[in-house]
C-alpha cells in the first residue's frame, strides 16, 4: 500500500522541481517512482506493514479523506519524536469543526508519558500561589510536565480567552519551549523551571484568525492542516457509529496504544546527502513564506519586516521526518518520509498565502491577479494583499503594471 503523501506528490501541482529558469518551490519531484512509505516488496509482491494495519483498524471507526490519511502518521511520529534528543515538536492538526480530530488525540489519554489537559489558565504553568500551610509545595503545572508529551484536544478555550490572559499564556509558552524559563514573582521572588516537554493539540480553522497567537507561536508549531472534504462521508460514519461510542473509542485506544507498544525506542539517525538539501530549501522557503507581516487597521505595512530564518522549522522537520520513518517501520528516512514532510511544511503557511503560491506553482507563466483569484476562490483583494505580503518577503516579483496591462506575478526562482 502507498503512503497517500508519495501517491499525491506524483502528480501534486504544488511541487515543482527546482530549475534555473523554473519557479521556486519548498520541495522537488522525485525523478523516478518512489517506494511507498509504509510498504515492503518480495518477489515483486508488496505487502501491508504495521501502520497500513493500523489505518485499516482506525478507519472501520473513523472516515479519514485520502488526502488526509498521514494525519495518523503525523500524530503518532510527533509523540514518538520525544524519545529523540534535543528540542521538542509541538504540533496542531487543523481541521473543520466536528471533522474527528479529538478523536485521534483521546487514545493517548492513558499512556504514563502523556500529559492529557483540557484547557489552560495563566496561572497553570507558572503559579504564584503558595500554601501558607505548606510554602514548600508548588502547584505549578511546568514541573509535571517534564519529559512528557502535552495533550490538549482542543485550543479553542485559550482562543476564546480575554486578549490579556491569552497573551500571558502564549508568552509563557513561547518562554518555556527553550527548556527553562526564569521568572521573578513579587512574592517569591525568582523562580525558575527546567521541563521539556512535546505538545500535540487541535484545533478548528479559527487558530488562524489570531495573529498573535501565529506571530508568536507559528515558529514554535508544526502544522497538519486537513486538505480533504469527505463531509458527507463524515456524517455518515458517525450516523453508523450511534449507540457505539464507547466500543469505536476503546478499539482506537487500543489499537493506537497496541502500535506504539511495538514500537523500538527511536534512535537518532543521519539524513541521507539526497534529502538533506531538499529539506534545507522547504524549511528557507517555508520560514520566509510565513513570515509575519506587522499591519495597521488600515492594512499599511508599519515596517519592512525581516523574514524568519528557517533554523528552528528546519530542525523540526527534520526531527519529524526521522520520526516518520521509525513509525513506518524503517531504519532510514526516503523519499516518501520526505513527501510526508514537505506536506507539513506547506502546512505551516497561513492559508491565504499556500493558496497563492500553489496557483503559482502550477503555472510556469506569470498570471494576473485577477487568475490567481479565479484559481483559489479568494477574493481579489484578499489575493492581491497575500500576493503583496510574499513580495515583501522576496519570494514573488511582478512586472508589466501600467494602463495597458495588468500586474503579472511569479514565483522567483532561486
Known amino acids: 500500500m502507498s503512503s497517500p503523501a508519495a501517491e499525491a506528490n506524483l502528480q501534486h501541482p504544488d511541487i515543482s522541481t527546482p530549475s534555473s529558469d523554473g519557479p521556486v518551490s519548498s520541495t522537488e519531484v522525485p525523478k523516478k517512482p518512489v517506494q511507498s512509505a509504509s510498504a515492503w516488496t518480495d518477489d515483486n509482491q508488496s505487502r501491508p506493514t504495521e501502520i497500513d494495519r493500523l489505518r485499516e483498524q482506525l478507519t472501520k471507526w473513523l472516515s479519514i479523506?485520502?488526502?488526509?490519511?498521514e494525519v495518523i502518521d503525523f500524530y503518532l511520529a510527533v509523540y514518538k519524536s520525544h524519545e529523540l534528543p534535543g528540542d521538542p515538536l509541538w504540533a496542531i492538526s487543523i481541521d473543520a469543526s466536528g471533522a474527528g480530530k479529538t478523536e485521534l488525540l483521546r487514545s493517548f489519554r492513558g499512556r504514563k508519558d502523556a500529559y492529557p489537559l483540557s484547557s489552560l489558565t495563566e496561572k497553570t504553568l507558572i503559579s504564584g500561589y503558595r500554601d501558607p500551610k505548606n510554602p514548600k509545595k508548588d502547584p505549578s503545572l511546568?514541573?509535571?510536565?517534564?519529559?512528557?508529551?502535552?495533550?490538549?484536544?482542543?485550543?479553542?478555550?485559550?482562543?476564546?480567552?480575554?486578549?490579556?490572559?491569552?497573551?500571558?499564556?502564549?508568552?509563557?509558552?513561547?518562554?518555556?519551549?527553550?527548556?527553562?524559563?526564569?521568572?521573578?514573582?513579587?512574592?517569591?521572588?525568582?523562580?525558575?523551571?527546567?521541563?521539556?516537554?512535546?505538545?500535540?493539540?487541535?484545533?478548528?480553522?479559527?487558530?488562524?484568525?489570531?495573529?498573535?497567537?501565529?506571530q508568536e507561536l507559528g515558529e514554535r508549531f508544526i502544522k497538519f492542516r486537513a486538505r480533504g472534504d469527505g463531509s458527507r462521508d463524515k456524517v455518515r460514519r458517525a450516523l453508523q457509529n450511534v449507540g457505539c461510542d464507547t466500543i469505536m473509542r476503546t478499539e482506537i485506544s487500543k489499537a493506537m496504544n497496541d502500535f506504539l507498544d511495538s514500537l523500538p525506542r527511536l534512535q537518532n539517525h543521519r539524513i541521507p546527502d539526497c534529502l538533506m538539501d531538499r529539506l534545507i530549501n522547504i524549511a528557507d522557503f517555508a520560514a520566509k513564506a510565513r513570515s509575519a507581516i506587522a499591519r495597521d487597521r488600515n492594512g499599511e505595512m508599519q515596517y519592512?519586516?525581516?523574514?524568519?530564518?528557517?533554523?528552528?522549522?528546519?530542525?523540526?522537520?527534520?526531527?519529524?521526518?526521522?520520526?516518520?520513518?521509525?513509525?513506518?517501520?524503517?531504519?532510514?528516512?526516503?523519499?516518501?518520509?520526505?513527501?510526508?514532510?514537505a506536506r507539513v511544511a506547506d502546512d505551516c503557511l497561513p492559508p491565504n498565502r499556500l493558496a497563492v503560491i500553489q496557483a503559482l506553482r502550477k503555472n510556469r507563466e506569470p498570471l494576473t491577479a485577477c487568475k490567481i483569484a479565479e484559481d483559489t476562490g479568494l477574493p481579489r483583494t484578499t489575493a492581491v494583499r497575500a500576493l503583496d505580503d510574499l513580495k515583501v518577503l522576496g519570494l514573488v516579483t511582478s512586472s508589466g503594471a501600467n494602463e495597458f496591462e495588468q500586474t503579472r506575478w511569479k514565483l522567483v526562482s532561486r
Open 142 to 214: 511546568l514541573p509535571h510536565l517534564h519529559e512528557k508529551v502535552l495533550i490538549i484536544k482542543d485550543l479553542s478555550p485559550l482562543l476564546q480567552m480575554r486578549r490579556e490572559s491569552r497573551n500571558i499564556i502564549i508568552g509563557q509558552l513561547r518562554d518555556i519551549y527553550d527548556g527553562f524559563t526564569d521568572e521573578g514573582r513579587g512574592n517569591l521572588g525568582k523562580v525558575s523551571y527546567e521541563s521539556r516537554f512535546s505538545f500535540l493539540s487541535a484545533s478548528t480553522l479559527s487558530v488562524d484568525r489570531f495573529d498573535s497567537i501565529d
Open 304 to 341: 519592512l519586516p525581516k523574514p524568519e530564518v528557517g533554523t528552528r522549522l528546519g530542525k523540526e522537520l527534520a526531527k519529524l521526518l526521522i520520526a516518520l520513518a521509525g513509525i513506518r517501520g524503517k531504519s532510514q528516512t526516503d523519499e516518501a518520509d520526505f513527501a510526508t514532510v
Open 65 to 69: 479523506p485520502p488526502e488526509d490519511a
